[in-house]
């Protein structure tokens, strides 16, 4: 997955990273890493913490638009980084990372939900993402009940007490859900 997220950075990095005058050329494939490193970073902090319904969101629509809180914050994380290690200025980053981010976490969306690019495989992403916390579950069959709407108990948010009324018996199957995540 990772080195397919790169691919993908580096496809559209074009003006904002590897043509910019701030970044050094010497210094491009370490911001393109930076910027993998913010991707990926945001995704597992989702994961993690309690972020999930804007993960699962972006996965099963096949699109990250830059509202989407995960964007936000890998865009933040970027622009942090090229302000710390690269010495660009707050709105040379801001630019870089408003570029970049938005357009390759909708990329990354669009194939992961693509059912023909088995380049991006969202069970190989989530096991990646998760530490293979997320090996035993299903992530496709998950994605297809968040598209079809999660919304159990009709209190206009996706929780856990949605995903808990998806799984009869609750148990094991709900204790391994919960601990993905935690």
Do not use: Y
């Not at 701030?22 to 993690?48: D, K």
């Not at 938005?102 to 693509?114: R, S």
Request: charged content about 20%; glycine content about 10%.
């Amino acid at each position: 997955m990772l080195e397919n997220l790169m691919d993908l950075i580096r496809q559209n990095a074009g003006s904002a990273i590897i043509n910019n005058p701030e970044i050094p050329n010497e210094r491009n494939e370490e911001a393109v890493h930076a910027t993998g490193n913010s991707i990926i970073n945001s995704l597992q902090n989702a994961l993690s913490g309690g972020g999930i319904k804007d993960v699962l969101s972006m996965f099963s629509k096949g699109t990250a638009d830059a509202n989407n809180p995960v964007v936000n914050q890998a865009s933040g994380n970027l622009i942090d980084t090229l302000k710390s290690q690269f010495g660009l200025g707050d709105k040379q980053a801001e630019n870089v990372a408003n570029d970049v981010v938005p357009k390759v976490m909708d990329q990354l969306a669009q194939k992961t939900a693509d059912p023909a690019d088995d380049r991006f495989n969202a069970q190989n992403i989530f096991n990646q993402l998760s530490g293979g916390k997320t090996s035993g579950l299903n992530i496709q069959a998950l994605l297809g009940k968040f598209k079809a709407g999660l919304d159990e108990d009709g209190d206009g948010d996706v929780d856990m007490q949605d995903l808990q009324s998806l799984f009869s018996g609750g148990g094991s199957i709900m204790d391994k859900v919960k601990s993905v995540f935690n």
